[in-house]
């Protein structure tokens, strides 16, 4: 009975994208944005460190809450931006970057910036997804995630 009870377990186990796509979506929770809270968690390639978390809202000190009511220009800084920021590993050393929706524009330059991003997993589309392809142009794979 142990042994499957074990294999039904094994047959279970989540892989660590559904594991770093849940826990964005948990950073999410944290988002002081009114209108869409998302996540960001960048890791290791072979996903054994987590390097850097952020989700959306305003700046550390600030009232948690957005400047403005206009989509797109709440004043909230973003969760990849805030992850990038967090972000303390050299450029060379390669990432993985796991966010609850597709990045913006913005976001994939700064994702871009930060270097050594091999690849970018999300799970939400994004009101634009131009981003795909400004992430393709820099060798930056992206992954939508099921969930």
Known sequence: MGEKSNRDRTDRRPSFEEIYLKLAQELAARSTCKRLNVGTVITSTDFRKVLAVGYNGNAAGLANTCDRDEAGNCGCLH?????????DSPRYVEKYVFVTHLPCVM????????????KVFYGEEYRSSDSIGLLQQADIQVQRLDH
């Open 79 to 87: 969760s990849e931006e805030n992850a990038a920021i967090n972000c």
């Open 107 to 118: 976001c994939a330059k700064r994702l871009i910036n930060l270097g050594g991003v091999r």
